[in-house]
T-cell receptor, first 116, second 113 residues
């Protein structure tokens, strides 16, 4: 079964450093997402991306965050200057298309980001 | 505004007991979609079921069953004859068919041998 692949599975970074989380969505999917889960808390929507632009973003997704699809296969989340409170599990997800969004996403296995 | 409430923070049961996880949602939309995901200790999110607002039929899949009641805005999940491998955090989520899901806070299920 096709998978959404996220790398690395765990990343440790120093506060103030830039970090890039990488995702390879399923190849024929058109919609891409990032979600965040602070340890022990609920999964929160960050951003959705379609046709090379952001479709929707949450209040969490401030100017420190950016997303891009640099080469047609990878989908990245960049945090420019990490803060301690950015420590969380970050999930990437993808979906085939607008008519299929209601059928649900395929989530990646997540990247655990630890900011020290 | 949309909201999902999972009032049970943690439930412990003994193996082979039945257990029901509650999910109550709020939405003003007439068309919406509900989901359950399982998050095992390894951390990934595993899709369990999707239900749309027009289909109130209950569903059974093996030891899992779901009870969707629009009248009470609930979408509850029952595990019959629980097993230790069912131990995980279970999330209920709501979507209005646009881009994002609203997740509940999750219920941690511990099944004791």
């Amino acid at each position: 079964e096709p998978e959404v692949t996220q790398t690395p599975s765990h990343q440790v970074t120093q506060m103030g450093q830039e970090v890039i989380l990488r995702c390879v969505p399923i190849s024929n999917h058109l919609y891409f997402y990032w979600y965040r889960q602070i340890l022990g808390q609920k999964v929160e929507f960050l951003v959705s991306f379609y046709n090379n632009e952001i479709s929707e973003k949450s209040e969490i997704f401030d100017d420190q965050f950016s997303v891009e699809r640099p080469d047609g296969s990878n989908f990245t989340l960049k945090i420019r200057s990490t803060k301690l409170e950015d420590s969380a599990m970050y999930f990437c997800a993808s979906n085939e298309g607008r008519a299929r969004i209601s059928y649900g996403y395929t989530f990646g296995s997540g990247t655990r980001l630890t900011v020290v | 505004a949309q909201k999902v409430t999972q009032a049970q923070t943690e439930i412990s049961v003994v193996e082979k007991e039945d257990v029901t996880l509650d999910c109550v949602y709020e939405t003003r939309d007439t068309t919406y979609y509900l989901f359950w995901y399982k998050q095992p200790p390894s951390g990934e999110l595993v899709f369990l079921i999707r239900r749309n607002s027009f289909d109130e039929q209950n569903e059974i899949s093996g030891r899992y069953s779901w009870n969707f009641q629009k009248s009470t805005s609930s979408f509850n999940f029952t595990i019959t004859a629980s097993q230790v491998v069912d131990s995980a955090v279970y999330f209920c989520a709501l979507s209005d068919g646009t881009y994002k899901y609203i997740f509940g806070t999750g219920t941690r299920l511990k099944v004791l041998a």
